[in-house]
Nanobody
């Protein structure tokens, strides 16, 4: 099992920045990649960004490309998501996820690739 704990969410004005963290523990050696997803009010959960542990390969949703940056610190088993130039439409609960050996097929943006999920952290962007 892998446990994921997100932190860093909060309330910010449009144009502002936040940094989210996701600390992984447990059988982290079984994970190949980490991702961030978000779920806005009345919306389905959607892919935001992902990164592989080994090569640091990154993928972003078009809606956040150029504004958000994902990174990892393998020594701390922690993944970060830097959110910049925030917009009200970025308001959502942000979830961290980790791939599992059963689910990993190599598609970083695929929700089904991720076996482990955190509980989420709220990001609210005001006008």
């Amino acid at each position: 099992q892998v446990q994921l704990v997100e932190s860093g969410g909060g309330l910010v004005q449009a144009g502002g920045s936040l940094r989210l963290s996701c600390a992984a523990s447990g059988r982290t050696f079984s994970t190949s990649a980490m991702g961030w997803f978000r779920q806005g009010p009345g919306k389905e959960r959607e892919f935001v960004a992902a990164i592989t542990w080994s090569a640091g390969t990154t993928v972003y949703a078009n809606s956040v490309k150029g504004r958000f940056t994902i990174s990892r610190d393998s020594t701390k088993n922690t993944v970060y998501l830097q959110l910049s130039s925030l917009r009200p439409e970025d308001t959502a609960v942000y979830y961290c996820a980790a791939t599992g050996r059963r689910t990993w097929r190599g598609n970083l943006s695929g929700r089904d690739e991720y076996e482990y999920w955190g509980r989420g952290t709220q990001v609210t962007v005001s006008e």
